[in-house]
């Protein structure tokens, strides 16, 4: 598998029985829909085979009814009544050791669309591991990834409206949500950049693409500046790893096109330094694999992409170097200038996402909802020293097939 996954976010059960603040049956029927809808939903997210509709389905139901704990009916700038009334815990992903737990509903509807992306991200890879691959497939992973991206890119923008601020190294940091929106946009990018390569684009378009895709994953690297702990590490390597195979990537195939225009000497240095970023990603590879910490590892350097790239890569230089003895005879600069890059294709935005109206509420239904002043718990404590971290997630692991080499020659995402 050529992605590193992080866990799925864990919770406990919410029973949503409200005692005196439902008034009737319409108040405590929608409290028993929206408590059966978290259980369907939370259920379908642990199987990353599921199909997309169906965990879209199951989405929408439950953020349809979570929405009059969150909003007025009227107006969605305007709390509810019963935002703070519900009590909620969540793991983190990846600094499992810890949880977060606040009674606010606008709380939990992130938690579980993050939770959604995450399944998103994993559905991905799961898909990216099949035998003969087609090009459907790679459209599947593609839009997964971008949903993903606009999906944290949305709870990002969100918690602004929270209460209470983010504790460092949770998932709700603003760093480990940039890391992953950073991730899965990188990702899709390696879709479009892979399409690329298999259809023989050229050199200047496949240069530019794994430039860019390469800075990209290098932004998402410069956020560990703020994630310094042990069990970010590993994640922290992936990451890197692929900063460094594309810009080996961006230098070869750049070699190439300078070696289309007659600039052999430069084009000999570019494919030295893809080979030179190349050896840095390998032991980048190494170093991770070699790293323990929290997640599903990737299969870096056994991967069909890799090696074929790394295959590429010799002989673009091996190419360079007999075209210059046999016909340029140019001198091989000490160095180049650095490249900036810019793809006029191929470039990868996020998916806006936007939650789905309200379902079921009416007016009559949300004043049959009495809650009193006392019972607001907008400012209750996480009780961490007492409480333990939700149980972790029993997930359906990821099949990796062991035949790589079905996988588009190589040069899709698997």
């Known amino acids: 598998m050529w992605f590193h996954r992080n866990y799925m976010k864990s919770t406990e059960f919410t029973t949503f029985e409200l005692g005196s603040v439902t008034r009737g049956n319409d108040s405590i029927n929608v409290c028993s829909e929206v408590r059966k809808s978290r259980i369907e939903l939370l259920e379908r997210l642990k199987d990353p085979y599921n199909q997309i509709d169906i965990v879209n389905e199951s989405l929408d139901n439950y953020l349809s009814l979570l929405h009059g704990f969150i909003y007025s009916l009227d107006d969605q700038q305007e709390e509810s009544q019963l935002r703070y009334i519900v009590n909620y815990k969540w793991s983190n992903s990846v600094y499992n050791i810890s949880f977060c737990q606040q009674s606010d509903s606008l709380f939990e509807c992130l938690s579980m669309l993050y939770s959604v992306a995450i399944w998103y991200s994993k559905h991905a890879a799961a898909i990216s591991v099949k035998s003969n691959l087609k090009d459907n497939d790679a459209l599947e992973v593609f839009k997964s990834l971008k949903t993903a991206a606009g999906i944290f890119l949305f709870v990002k923008i969100t918690k602004s409206n929270l209460k209470r601020n983010a504790e460092q190294f949770s998932d709700l940091d603003d760093n480990v949500l940039e890391a992953y929106y950073l991730q899965c946009l990188g990702e899709a990018q390696e879709v479009s950049l892979a399409r690329s390569i298999e259809m023989k684009h050229k050199p200047e378009l496949i240069a530019s693409l794994s430039y860019e895709t390469s800075q990209i994953f290098k932004k998402a690297v410069d956020l560990f500046s703020n994630l310094n702990h042990k069990l970010f590490l590993k994640w922290k390597l992936y990451l890197q790893f692929k900063c460094d195979i594309y810009m080996a990537g961006a ?91 810019k793809a006029t294709y191929g470039v990868v935005t996020a998916d806006a996402y936007q939650l789905p109206k309200p379902k079921i509420w009416t007016s009559d239904i949300y004043k049959s909802f009495q809650v009193n002043s006392n019972m607001n718990m907008e400012s209750s404590k996480d009780s961490k020293k007492k409480d333990k971290c939700p149980a972790p997630v029993n997930e359906i692991e990821i099949k990796v097939n062991s035949n790589e080499d079905k996988y588009l020659s190589g040069c899709v995402i698997a």
Do not use: M, W
């Open 251 to 341: 230098f070869n195939y750049y070699g190439e096109l300078k070696l289309s225009e007659d600039y052999c000497g430069e084009a000999i240095k570019y494919a030295e330094e893809g080979k030179s970023n190349y050896t840095k990603a390998e032991q980048r590879g190494k170093l991770y694999l070699s790293t323990d910490g929290p997640g599903f590892q990737a299969n870096l350097l056994t991967n069909s992409f890799f090696l074929k790239l790394g295959s590429t890569i010799h002989r673009t230089l091996d190419k360079c170097l007999l075209e210059n003895g046999l016909i340029y005879h140019h001198k091989i600069p000490a160095k180049v200038e650095e490249l900036d890059l």
